[in-house]
């Protein structure tokens, strides 16, 4: 119960899930030249039936601090 109070005001949070690598690269190299910590977390998706035809997809997701999060999203929504 305590490390549930605590990951909720000391935990991390999602500031960005996608699934084009070029975007996720992008993104957390503006976070970490920014002095941001990160986690990431990779996730593939398969389709669940024998010859179904649904395509192999991969999804990148950025967590950083929750004290952080706002830092963190006004430098990935930031023009420089």
Not at 28 to 44: D, F, H, P
Request: hydrophobic share 40%; glycine share 6%.
């Amino acid at each position: 119960m305590f490390k549930k109070i605590l990951s909720f005001f000391w935990g991390w949070e999602t500031v960005c899930l996608t699934r084009s690598m070029e975007e996720y690269a992008r993104i957390r190299g503006r976070l970490i030249n920014n002095g941001v910590k990160t986690k990431i977390k990779v996730t593939n998706n398969s389709s669940n039936g024998i010859g179904s035809a649904m395509p192999i997809s991969t999804n990148y997701e950025i967590l950083v601090r929750k004290e952080e999060a706002h830092r963190a999203n006004e430098i990935i929504h930031s023009r420089w």
